[in-house]
T-cell receptor, first 117, second 113 residues
Framework: KQEVTQIPAALSVPEGENLVLNCSFTDSAIYNLQWFRQDPGKGLTSLLL?????REQTSGRLNASLDKSSGRSTLYIAASQPGDSATYLCAVRRRRDSGAGSYQLTFGKGTKLSVIP | ETGVTQTPRHLVMGMTNKKSLKCEQHLGHNAMYWYKQSAKKPLELMFVYSLEERVENNSVPSRFSPECPNSSHLFLHLHTLQPEDSALYLC????????????FGPGTRLTVL
């Protein structure tokens, strides 16, 4: 059974600092990995999607990397801003050839980020 | 604005009540999902519907009963719930199954007394 772990559970940094969020998964037979952002009172927003054949994806100040063999992904946020404060969730999707439920996402518990002005 | 709306946003109910959660997607998608997000636990998939047919029931107790009358609407009927069912219930939709991208609603915060 796939398990996804995110460390740390919470992180507080001063504005302008670069930071890294970590995600690890136990089963490397994944189809892709996504990073989501969740704001209080709102649903999840997809930030970056990395296919299993890719090593990284970038969007603005965000960079996500994937090392499938070691079961790890990182989300790098450059020059953090107070508006980046949210909970960041990592989710992996099973391989397509794994049959029923291959579209299921397995989520981590998230890292709650606070960026202090 | 995600295009997926959920009502009510907050719900408090007793263990003997019957209530329903509603989800509506305005994106023309064919697949819809119910997730449960409990405190201190990861987001868990409950049900998946594709073209109004249930394709996944992730070992969810029968006190949760989903209904998908059309591809734009999804309901979760609740009856005789337990306090441990208190959680944030999130609805999502995607173009088809399988899909790389799911669009999430804001959720319904449910408290069972």
């Amino acid at each position: 059974k796939q398990e996804v772990t995110q460390i740390p559970a919470a992180l507080s940094v001063p504005e302008g600092e670069n930071l890294v969020l970590n995600c690890s998964f136990t089963d490397s037979a994944i189809y892709n990995l996504q990073w989501f952002r969740q704001d209080p009172g709102k649903g999840l927003t997809s930030l970056l999607l990395i296919q299993s054949s890719q090593r990284e994806q970038t969007s603005g100040r965000l960079n996500a990397s994937l090392d499938k063999s070691s079961g790890r992904s990182t989300l790098y946020i450059a020059a953090s801003q107070p508006g980046d404060s949210a909970t960041y969730l990592c989710a992996v999707r099973r391989r397509r050839d794994s049959g029923a439920g291959s579209y299921q996402l397995t989520f981590g518990k998230g890292t709650k980020l606070s960026v202090i002005p | 604005e995600t295009g997926v709306t959920q009502t009510p946003r907050h719900l408090v109910m007793g263990m003997t009540n019957k209530k329903s959660l509603k989800c509506e997607q305005h994106l023309g998608h064919n697949a819809m999902y119910w997730y449960k997000q409990s405190a201190k636990k990861p987001l868990e998939l409950m049900f998946v519907y594709s073209l109004e047919e249930r394709v996944e029931n992730n070992s969810v107790p029968s006190r949760f009963s989903p209904e998908c009358p059309n591809s734009s609407h999804l309901f979760l009927h609740l009856h005789t719930l337990q306090p441990e069912d208190s959680a944030l219930y999130l609805c999502a939709s995607s173009q088809d199954l399988p899909a790389d991208t799911q669009y999430f609603g804001p959720g319904t915060r449910l408290t069972v007394l």
